[in-house]
Nanobody, 124 residues
Framework: QVQLVESGGGLVQAGGSLRLSCAAS????????MGWFRQAPGKEREFVAA????????YYTDSVKGRFTISGDNAKNTVYLQMNSLKPEDTAVYYC?????????????????WGQGTQVTVSS
């Protein structure tokens, strides 16, 4: 059974940093792309960043470029999201997800597997 488990969320002041982790288990994810999404109360789930296991290509939504960095450790089947210069508008539940098609990486409904989410709260 495939599992994605996020960790690393919490409460931080504006300008601070957090690092989220997503541990994948149950199969080999070398053929998958890993994405991070977030969902704030009353809003739709939105794409944040993605990484291709093979090749290491990355892609970010504009609002996090220069502040967030996605990376992966193939040996640990773990993907990270380093979040710096956090803003109150970054407050949301953050989810990691896995999908095979790089062309669909920004589309939540295209993802095959999802984690349970981790809460990130940024205070002003």
């Amino acid at each position: 059974q495939v599992q994605l488990v996020e960790s690393g969320g919490g409460l931080v002041q504006a300008g601070g940093s957090l690092r989220l982790s997503c541990a994948a288990s149950g199969r080999t994810f070398s053929a998958y792309n890993m994405g991070w999404f977030r969902q704030a109360p009353g809003k739709e789930r939105e794409f944040v960043a993605a990484i291709r296991w093979s090749g290491g290509n990355t892609y970010y939504t504009d609002s996090v470029k220069g502040r967030f960095t996605i990376s992966g450790d193939n040996a640990k089947n773990t993907v990270y999201l380093q979040m710096n210069s956090l803003k109150p508008e970054d407050t949301a539940v953050y989810y990691c997800a896995a999908d095979r098609n790089w062309l669909r990486i920004t589309t939540a409904r295209a993802y095959e597997y999802w984690g349970q989410g981790t809460q990130v709260t940024v205070s002003s």
